[in-house]
């Protein structure tokens, strides 16, 4: 028996840990992670063991040798170039003659590899995945199997609402030699993505097997110091280095401890250790070898890597420092901060939590370090979501922040390109923007300033033009002390995880491309962006049909910037337009949800006493449009879907449509009685926009019944959509009121189960399980058919809860559905 250690992991979440050696020799409980795996594999009697290397191989074949010290014959293959985890064991196929095992050099186990390969045999398996149910699965790769083992499905590093099991891919696998049939001869490879398919693809018998042993991926910092407290607690089996002085406290060979040191287990002293007079040692610390503590120092909870020197007084809680790291008299090392390798800290200076410092940087006697240093540069404090950033202006999203972000998202594109950038009518995002536009021209990107614009033209001009990609700075529509920045990719539409993880990346490691003078971008004012949206708009109406029409419509702007947009785009239009809060105005254009009820509610006033056969408020950003009737009746989101649907169908003649998939039943009937055909999209708006627009979907729909044109842009646009209903009013005799009377009504019922996040995996394979034989949609969550009607159970992608959606045969049973999963879901997450 052979195995393979994947130890070419550069651990990039990891830095500045790993800025300057590869993950795999990152010490855990003073030895590199490699080196337990080693060990636990000379336990098992597996001897005859290759290691595949790429970043700083060096380092590896120097510490290791050829195995001799550890009783193993280790070899090596090295890459030249990233081949992919699959690429990686092809690359070492010279050795591997027979039966062998794989698995990762830089995640901690003691799983038992005997009865692993036990399974592997009784199975008959060509490839044998080990598993593990974990707590939070969305950093690894998901795996469903059958009653017997048999693989049903591989997820990779899914979202919340793809998250269908909490069983998921440890990268500990068992192979025949017969497995490189199914590697390609050359080029990258990876299991997940290429082998794993092909296995399933060719119905070749691949197992899973699932482990009770210790598993854990030190894939970040949070994860790492967790380690070490598993360590210490014994939840893992691995070889401890010194002697056990007491229980819970190991110390190292020829270890200095002053009796009037304390020290409170469990804890770990390394090899010629000294530990002075009054210095403090809490619960879950590691001392690497020649690390000196000084006279009252307190430490609790810190890793501290070998030859490092922490000073008389100094006090370290809950953090990383790096080897031959100097740390002097006085010094405060905040939780969860890092120091790399060989950082020198002054006297009396303060580094505050979550900052990391990279190698061989210092710090000055008595500063007060807030932010991460990299290269001379700043920390931020920042809020994150999805596809972009949300927060309190100028306490949660600043314009150093804003400055960071832009040149974090321009170091992901080539210098010398072009970046469209906009913003709503109030000041915060003025101030915001123009810190981003300098953030652009620092990191060598030039900048087509739009100025004041909806959010939509932002997205056409970047489709439409020569950008690389956009942002628009915005009031949130549901706090108007918050602003959000959000991020565009090349085709005007929000980026999409993985572009979004480079960003997030580069701001985290403080990694910016810096440009020098001659290479700073430009500003440009694009001087017919509006024109050519407009065109365009007017190009996807009806424009004939509605000015023969007369039509009769209140809009309310709310100060936004629709106000500079649908004039200009119903010019030609003839519709008799009685338009409120019809001007831009800084102060007044950050509406409260309160604030924006009165104003529907205004417009519904002002429609019925006007006479107008409509009326739209739109949203600050542009993208949205409430709709009232000519009876003054505002409409629901089901409604407003439902009448945008079936005009849509009366005039194409059905067609593909993209469904949510929380939509109700009745838009699906609807869709088949005009032989359309409907395309699942997730609930996301960003993503469900790209699935429509990716399946030729002629008119598609977000959660909250507003609707998209993605022939036109996969995106919502508050102006298109009021003007695609003047069309649809255009093209008879009916009133508005009365198309929306004569519309079919859905029964779905909405509710959120609040659950630790850690329980949102379980919650999905149960669901996933329960669902295994029904008529089921796992787009995003998982629905499927129950009791004369429907269930959708999806994961929030963000908060600690889960989402149900439920249908039946009238309100009533809908109610009851729900309930009954709602129950269900309760029991399972508490």
């Known amino acids: 028996m052979k195995a393979v250690i994947m130890a070419g992991g550069e651990g990039t979440r990891l830095r500045p840990l790993t800025s300057n050696q590869p993950k795999p020799m990152l010490p855990v409980a003073n030895r590199p992670i490699m080196e337990h795996i080693l060990r636990l594999l000379r336990r098992h009697e597996i001897t005859d063991v290759v290691g595949t290397l790429a970043f700083l191989a060096s380092v590896i074949r120097n510490y290791f040798g050829d195995g001799s010290d550890l009783g193993v014959n280790l070899s090596y293959a090295t890459e030249e170039t990233p081949l992919g985890t699959a690429g990686s064991v092809r690359n070492a196929a010279e050795h591997l003659d027979e039966r062998f095992i794989v698995i990762s050099g830089d995640a901690l186990t003691d799983i038992d590899l005997t009865h692993v390969v036990k399974a592997h045999d009784e199975s008959g398996a060509l490839a044998t995945v080990v598993l593990a149910r974990v707590e939070n699965p969305l950093e690894f790769g998901i795996v469903i199997t059958n009653e017997d083992g048999r693989i049903e499905r591989f997820m990779e590093k899914p979202g919340w609402g793809q998250v269908f099991s909490d069983t998921i891919n440890t990268g500990i696998y068992v192979f025949e030699p017969e497995i490189f049939t199914y590697i390609a001869p050359d080029g990258p490879s990876d299991f997940s993505d290429d082998v794993f398919p092909a296995l399933l693809k060719a119905e070749a018998p691949l197992f899973g097997c699932v482990m009770d042993g210790y598993w854990c991926d030190v894939g970040n910092l949070e994860s790492y110091l967790k380690v070490h407290q598993d360590v210490l607690r014994r939840l893992v089996d691995i070889e401890m280095e010194g002697f056990e002085l007491r229980e819970g406290l190991w110390v190292g060979e020829a270890a200095e401890i002053s009796p009037e040191a304390r020290i409170e287990g469990p804890a770990l002293i390394g090899d010629f250790c000294r530990i002075e007079a009054g210095a403090e040692v809490g619960e879950f610390t590691v001392l690497g070898n020649n690390v000196i503590v000084r006279r009252d120092s307190a430490l609790d909870r810190a890793v501290i890597h070998e030859n490092a020197h922490l000073g008389e007084l100094t006090h370290l809680r809950g953090c990383v420092v790096g080897k031959n790291s100097d740390i002097r008299r006085g ?24 900052v990391k410092i990279y190698p061989f940087k210092m710090v000055e006697s008595e500063a007060i370090v807030s932010h991460s240093i990299v290269w001379e540069s700043k920390g931020s404090r920042h809020v994150l979501g999805e596809g972009g950033v949300q927060g309190i202006a100028n306490v949660d999203v600043t314009p150093e922040m804003a400055v960071r972000l832009a040149m974090a998202y321009a170091t992901t594109i080539p210098k010398g390109s072009v970046i469209a950038a906009s913003r709503d009518a109030s000041k915060a995002s003025r101030t915001l923007k123009r810190a981003m536009i300098a953030g652009f021209n620092a990191a060598g990107v030039h900048v087509d300033d739009l100025e004041t614009t909806t959010l939509p033209v932002t997205r056409f001009h970047v489709r439409n033009g020569q950008t690389a990609g956009g942002v628009s700075v915005r009031t949130s529509r549901f706090d108007p002390s918050q602003v959000e920045i959000r991020f565009l990719d090349a085709s ?46 007017n190009n996807a109406i009806d424009a004939g049909a509605i000015h023969e029409a007369h039509l009769k419509a209140v809009v309310d702007h709310g100060w936004g910037a629709t106000a500079l947009m649908l004039p200009r785009t119903i010019g030609r239009l003839g519709i008799d337009l009685l338009a409120l809060n019809s001007y831009v105005d800084p102060d007044r254009c950050t509406l409260s949800p309160e604030e924006r009820t009165d104003g529907i509610l205004r417009v519904s006033d002002t429609v019925r006493a006007s006479g107008s056969n409509l009326g739209v408020l739109f949203d600050p950003t542009g993208e949205r449009a409430e709709i009232v009737d000519d009876t003054g009746r505002v409409l629901s989101g089901d409604q407003r879907a439902m009448l945008f649907l079936r005009s849509w169908l009366e005039q194409s003649e059905g067609g593909v449509v993209g469904l949510p998939v929380s939509s109700s039943i009745e838009l699906v009937r609807e869709v088949e009685r005009f032989g359309g055909s409907v395309v699942w999209t997730e609930l996301a708006l960003a993503r469900a926009g790209a699935t429509a627009g990716s399946a030729g979907a002629g008119i598609a729909f977000s959660v909250d019944g507003d609707v998209m044109f993605p022939s036109f842009m996969p995106a919502l646009d508050g102006i298109l959509a009021f003007l695609k209903l003047c069309s649809y009013l255009s093209g008879g005799d009916l009133a508005l009121s009365q198309r929306v009377d004569a519309l079919p009504v859905g ?72 309930e009954e999963y709602v129950r269900r879901v309760e029991e399972i997450a508490h």
């Not at 969550?781 to 129950?786: C, I, L, S, W």
């Not at 009791?787 to 809860?801: C, H, S, Y």
């Open 747 to 818: 029964n779905v019922v909405h509710r959120s189960v609040s659950m630790p996040t850690d329980s949102k995996g379980t919650v999905m394979r149960v669901m996933t399980e329960r669902a295994r034989g029904l008529v089921a949609i796992m787009v995003d969550g998982v629905r499927f058919e129950t009791g004369g009607g429907w269930i959708l159970v999806a994961p929030d992608p963000t908060a600690p809860a889960c989402h149900l959606w439920a249908e039946g045969r009238d309100q009533a049973s809908g109610v009851e559905i729900v």
């Open 331 to 354: 010094a405060t090392v905040g939780e969860g901060a890092v120091l790399g390798d060989d950082t020198f800290v002054g006297e009396r200076a303060i580094v505050n939590p979550d």
């Open 492 to 537: 005007g539409l929000d980026l999409d995880d993985s572009k979004w993880r480079k960003i997030e990346r580069n701001l985290s490691r403080g990694e910016f491309r810096r440009s020098l003078e001659a290479d700073f971008g430009e500003i440009y004012y694009p001087p017919r962006a509006t024109e050519f949206y407009t065109a365009a708009v």
